[in-house]
């Protein structure tokens, strides 16, 4: 079975490629900051405010990309962002102090957002709904394996030679994104939106054009996932885990540090994700309605967060830490084709950045969350609670699924598949009829839209 096609393949590939190596300075900063902080002339409790800072200019800065995405295009952009990452991360070896640094860390965020939005736009316009899952599903493989590898360059380089020198080595590695974007990424203008039947009343009309419904549906359900899972969990697991067992865990035969296996399960997160993402969204495409496997996705989050609220054995906590990985690996996924789905033509870079923003909002309010509520609740009830707010985003995944049903999409440059014909609207049924009965042709239109593609017809 082939996993990508080449029309597929020839989008995917330099785009994730980029992307991934995008990450290098990003994810470093991460996993060596906190220990190297004199090397860039910061306090330690400065640490937090530059690991932070880029997600808060992202909070606007998504908005903004997503409307110069749908006015300017998207590739010239995503080349604008990576620039500017590389940029940011040489800055990292060159500045010294608080202010130059803080500059550098809000530079990234903003070459970020063009990258992030900019990327699951192109994807979005590149795919058909019936490959649209797995398109995404894809592209987030890339984006977990620069997660996954680039603190292991990072922390490695920068053992070896110096904090420094290893984020210039690591401003080279995404330069060689930057290459392969530049030379190998195609170029993938926003599709034109179909226009609506002229037979067809115009509150009817409104109704099948307007799918802002299904965006903030899904943006709300993103942003939950990521205030419980990138906000809540990941910035208490090593803490949850010192609270039960202290400094060293038994673990059958043997005892593990509690920072080993805290870090053991956040790679769970990229591992998972890698092979949630493809295996979701291809099934989403198969079932032709992608919300049935948005419910999964949080029932299984949903249990993830029971096992950790139990108070159980040891082993339940890397079991529901996995569980709740799962989850978001596959919802992310699903939810970014929903919004393809649901954005029509030039809109997806709006829509793409309201679902960015709405994750950025959740990664970063869910820490300080977490930490107030721990001031006078057990770490478990907080994760408990955390159950119940993935029940309230399946109440929003179970509204009826008309109103959330993948719609047609407009013909795409470069594919070499139409998608399946939507179904007749009921409105057309009774009028066909009527012409069918009376021996008539239907009238002749230039232009008729069926089924998401344009058909010429020629008298």
Same mark, same amino acid.
Request: charged share 10%; aromatic share 6%.
């Given at each position: ?6 029309r ?5 590939l330099?785009?994730? /490629?980029?992307l991934?190596l995008?990450l #290098?300075?990003?994810s470093?900063?991460?996993a060596v %900051? ?9 306090g330690?409790?400065?640490v ?5 800072v880029?997600r808060?200019i ?5 908005l903004?990309?997503?409307? %110069?995405?749908?006015?300017l295009g998207r590739?010239?952009?995503?080349l604008?962002g990576?620039?500017l990452?590389i940029?940011?991360?040489l800055s +990292?070896s %060159?500045v ?6 803080l500059?550098?860390?809000l530079? *990234?965020?903003?070459a *970020?957002?063009?990258i992030n939005?900019g990327?699951?736009t192109m994807?979005?316009?590149w ?10 599903g894809? +592209?987030?493989v /890339?984006y977990?394996v620069g ?10 380089l #920068?053992?070896t030679?110096g904090?420094?020198?290893a984020?210039?080595?690591c401003a080279?590695v995404?330069?060689?994104?930057l290459?392969v974007a530049?030379f190998?990424l195609?170029?993938?203008?926003p ?6 039947p &002229?037979?067809?009343p115009p509150s009817?009309?409104?109704k099948? &054009?307007?799918?802002?419904r299904?965006?903030l549906q899904a943006g709300a359900i ?11 969990l990941m910035? #208490?697991?090593?803490? +949850?885990?010192?609270e039960? *067992?202290g400094?060293?865990?038994?673990l059958?035969?043997?005892?593990i ?10 790679a769970?997160r ?9 295996a ?6 198969r079932?032709?309605?992608r919300?049935?496997?948005v ?5 299984v ?6 096992l950790l ?6 082993w339940?906590?890397?079991?529901g830490?996995?569980l709740?990985?799962l ?5 992310i996924a ?7 789905d649901?954005?029509?033509?030039r ?5 793409m950045?309201i679902?960015?923003t709405?994750g950025d909002?959740?990664s970063? #309010?869910g820490p300080?969350?977490a930490?107030a509520?721990?001031s006078f ?9 955390c159950?119940?707010?993935l029940?309230?985003a399946? %109440?929003i995944?179970?509204?009826?699924g008309?109103?959330?049903?993948p719609?047609s999409?407009?013909?795409l ?5 139409n998608?399946?014909?939507?179904a007749?609207?009921r409105?057309f049924?009774?009028q066909r ?6 021996g008539?042709?239907p009238?002749?239109?230039?232009d008729?839209t069926v089924?998401g593609t344009q058909k010429?017809?020629r008298?």
């Open positions: 079975m082939t996993l990508l096609t080449r597929q393949g020839q989008l995917i330099p785009l994730g /490629a980029a991934a995008s #290098t300075g990003d470093t900063m991460y %900051l906190p220990n190297r902080y004199a090397a860039v002339g910061i330690l409790g400065a937090g405010v530059m690991l932070g880029n808060l992202r909070i606007p800065g998504n903004l990309a997503g409307a %110069l995405n749908d006015r590739r010239r952009l995503f604008i990576l620039s990452g940029l940011s991360t +990292y %060159l010294h102090g608080f202010g130059p640094l500059a550098a860390r530079l *990234w965020g903003i *970020w957002a063009l939005v990327g699951y994807v979005l316009d795919s058909t709904e019936a490959d649209r899952g797995r398109m995404t894809f +592209y987030q /890339a977990m997660l996954a590898f680039s603190p292991i360059l990072g922390g490695t #920068t053992d030679l904090f420094r020198p984020m210039r080595i080279a995404s330069t060689v994104g290459g530049f190998a195609p170029n993938v203008p599709p034109v939106p179909p226009s609506a &002229r037979s067809l009817r009309s409104g099948l &054009r307007s799918p802002d299904r965006i993103y942003l939950t996932l990521f205030f419980v899972s990138n906000g809540v910035s #208490t697991i090593g803490r +949850y885990l010192g039960r *067992w400094e060293r865990i038994p059958g035969g043997v005892t540090g509690v920072s080993s296996l805290a870090g053991v399960m956040l769970l990229a591992s998972l994700g890698i092979l949630g993402g493809p979701a969204g291809i099934l989403s495409d079932l032709g309605n919300w049935p496997v419910r999964i996705g949080l029932l989050g949903i249990g993830g967060f029971v609220a139990s108070k159980g054995a040891v339940l906590v890397p079991l830490v996995a709740v990985s989850s978001v690996g596959s919802l699903v939810l970014a084709a929903i919004v393809g649901g954005s029509a033509g809109r997806s870079g709006m829509a950045g679902m960015a709405a909002i959740g970063a #309010t300080l969350a930490y509520l721990a609740l057990a770490l478990h009830q907080v994760y408990l609670l159950a119940g707010l029940m309230l399946l %109440l995944g179970l509204i009826p008309d109103a959330l049903r719609a999409p407009s013909p440059p470069g594919a070499s598949h998608p399946r014909p939507a007749p609207d409105a049924t009774p009829r009527q012409v069918r009965r009376a008539a042709n009238p002749d239109r230039k008729q089924g010429s017809h008298r």
